[in-house]
């Protein structure tokens, strides 16, 4: 056990003090939460101005538009040209975008807008709000409706699911859950791949230097093995949990930073503005307060513990059953290229666990998605996307299959581990020659 302990500290201290290490380190969380941040800030506002030109080319303001109808506001500025414009004209102008305005754009479903430079999604659906409210009015006023009354009657209605076994947690069983669960579950599956490559590359290199024939005489090869394989999990572990606390410290800085963003609509009302700017300007307040308190609901509303710790049991269950394979590999051939024949056969359930989960989105309680996350092979990607859920307060806590894919899974690692030492501890002393399925079923076999 001592010798098994120093392959350990030896794997995990080389790695650790690399300086590829460190920088991955650091910057995970910081491009996590730089990629949250900058999104947020990209959808609260474009900070710069438009002016919009509306040509008329057919005399429809004055008659059934009117300039008022097109007031400014704090990032737009419309002007109303009589007439047509040119693409070149447009071109030289002083204008940032153009619409033109026909009779026939008030019954279109979709109206073409130039530009110049192009604006954000914000300043686009302010525009596109102001022309569907000017041109629901003027459909309302030729077909006689009141437009107050017709506003009244229509009530936008939104759907809100929720699980009827998990209401006391009071879980919304929106596609949140799932989609935190996708996250890990691409977490995972790219670190098996990530730190499973790295101990067929360690293998491979000790195999080709002949430093394993010098390690064998002091250490059985299966002490060799399993002291690699746990000294890289460690490695993956302890950059896993230094992303988490970086991350949760980061995500509260973030959370101060952003605490003075929010505007008081009554700022506005005491402004200089005409009504409908004042409207437009108190409606954009209002979602980007909304958007940034559903944020900060939803982040704690997570029950990190529980998907912490799930998911450092799958990632680790998972990464020494497919580790086991990837030193099998490694130690039976002995170049990079001849690892081709079995990375295909041993990377496919892994590779369907993740179609399964990204399909998931359009069902998350199919049953291939419920056994997929049982089966050993598999579950380490797949369960995520229902831990996820389960995190989330979408659904409850299913500790009975929990405990049957955690069970099955130490299960499927024994036996990789016992499988992948019978080829490591023959593979690992062959040199020169090229090996096949039917030799390493040959070595498999050896007593």
């Known amino acids: 056990m001592h010798k098994v302990w120093l392959i350990i500290q030896r794997e995990y201290l080389t790695r650790v003090k690399k300086k590829s290490f460190i920088i991955m380190t650091i910057l995970g969380p910081l491009l996590f939460v730089g990629f949250i941040g900058g999104a947020f800030y990209l959808s609260l506002d474009d900070s710069r101005e438009f002016d919009v030109v509306l040509t008329d080319s057919q005399g429809m303001f004055g008659k059934t538009l009117f300039e008022s109808d097109f007031e400014d506001t704090d ?18 102008s002083d204008f940032d975008l153009k619409i033109d305005i026909v009779p026939e754009l008030i019954y279109a479903q979709s109206i073409n807008m130039y530009y110049k430079e192009q604006p954000g999604v914000l300043i686009t659906e302010r525009i596109s ?11 309302l006023a030729e077909a006689g409706i009141d437009q107050e009354e017709y506003e009244s009657l229509t009530t936008p209605i939104r759907i809100i699911k929720y699980d009827i076994a998990n209401l006391e947690e009071g879980g919304a069983d929106t596609e949140l859950g799932t989609m935190v669960g996708f996250i890990m579950a691409l977490m995972i599956f790219m670190f098996i791949i990530l730190y499973g490559s790295q101990i067929m590359r360690g293998v491979m290199e000790e195999k080709t230097n002949r430093i394993v024939e010098v390690l064998v005489s002091s250490v059985k090869p299966f002490q060799l093995m399993s002291g690699k ?3 890289v999990a460690m490695v993956g572990l302890t950059q896993f949990l230094l992303w988490v606390v970086l991350s949760f410290f980061l995500m509260t800085l973030a959370q101060t930073m952003l605490g003075d963003v929010y505007v008081d609509p009554a700022v506005v009302l005491d402004q200089q503005m005409s009504t409908s700017v004042q409207k437009d300007t108190i409606e954009d307040i209002q979602a980007q307060g909304e958007a940034m308190n559903a944020f900060w609901s939803i982040f704690h509303q997570i029950n990190f513990p529980f998907l912490i710790g799930m998911f450092i049991f799958f990632f680790l269950g998972g990464y020494l059953l497919y580790g086991a394979l990837f030193a099998a590999v490694g130690s039976a051939v002995d170049s990079e290229t001849d690892t081709q024949q079995f990375m295909m056969p041993m990377m496919t359930p892994l590779m369907f666990g993740y179609i399964i989960s990204a399909l998931s989105f359009s069902n998350p309680g199919s049953a ?12 380490p990607v797949v369960m995520m996307i229902r831990v996820g859920r389960m995190g989330m307060g979408m659904e409850a806590v299913d500790w009975l299959s929990i405990s049957a894919s955690a069970l099955l899974l130490i299960a499927g690692f024994l036996f990789t581990t016992w499988l992948a030492g019978r080829i490591y501890r023959t593979g690992i002393l062959m040199y020169g020659k090229k090996v096949g399925y039917k030799e390493i079923w040959k070595w498999i076999r050896y007593y």
């Open 75 to 92: 990032k737009i500025r419309y002007h109303i040209f009589p007439g047509e414009m040119s693409d070149v004209a447009f071109m030289e």
């Open 368 to 379: 291939v998605l419920y056994w997929c996350s049982i089966i050993p092979f598999t579950s």
């Open 129 to 139: 709000d102001r022309l569907e409210r000017n041109f629901e009015r003027m459909k």
């Open 229 to 231: 394989i746990i000294g």
